[in-house]
């Protein structure tokens, strides 16, 4: 009688089953936090760590310090200052998904300073993300 609202109902419920397995894999906007072998982030490989850490002692490094402080080369001239990874306060207040976000699509993306800049080469190395989450996060251990 009403064929119009069948189709709509069940796409509907496509939506929201899509929604439901996103959210329970770890979807952060355009990236799926889990690795390429399926493995939850809490298990990093030892090679993603490798990439990690080079890619913090290139890019993070100088503006967040080798000791995660905020207090590197290159944040003299920042204004805001870049963030210190080592405040209890901060790891609290941030969810992994939310740093993951922020490492990929800078801070802008998330209302936070443009000066954090994007890492879209990141977006398809969620193993690397998961690391360099993991890095941070350890900061304050």
Wanted: hydrophobic share 45%; charged share 20%; net charge positive.
């Amino acid at each position: 009688m009403f064929p119009a609202v069948g189709r709509i109902g069940a796409l509907l419920s496509t939506v929201v089953m899509m929604a439901v397995a996103f959210a329970s894999i770890g979807w952060a906007g355009g990236m799926i936090l889990v690795g390429s072998n399926g493995a939850k982030p809490n298990s990093v490989s030892p090679e993603a760590r490798e990439a990690a850490n080079s890619i913090f002692a290139e890019r993070c490094a100088v503006c967040h310090g080798e000791d995660g402080g905020g207090a590197g080369p290159g944040a003299a001239n920042l204004n805001p200052k870049p963030q210190n990874f080592r405040s209890r306060k901060w790891q609290k207040s941030m969810t992994d998904r939310q740093i993951a976000m922020i490492i990929v699509n800078g801070g802008s993306s998330v209302g936070l300073s443009a000066s954090m800049a994007a890492n879209p080469d990141l977006e398809e190395q969620p193993d690397v993300v998961a690391a360099l989450v993991e890095r941070i996060r350890k900061f304050v251990k």
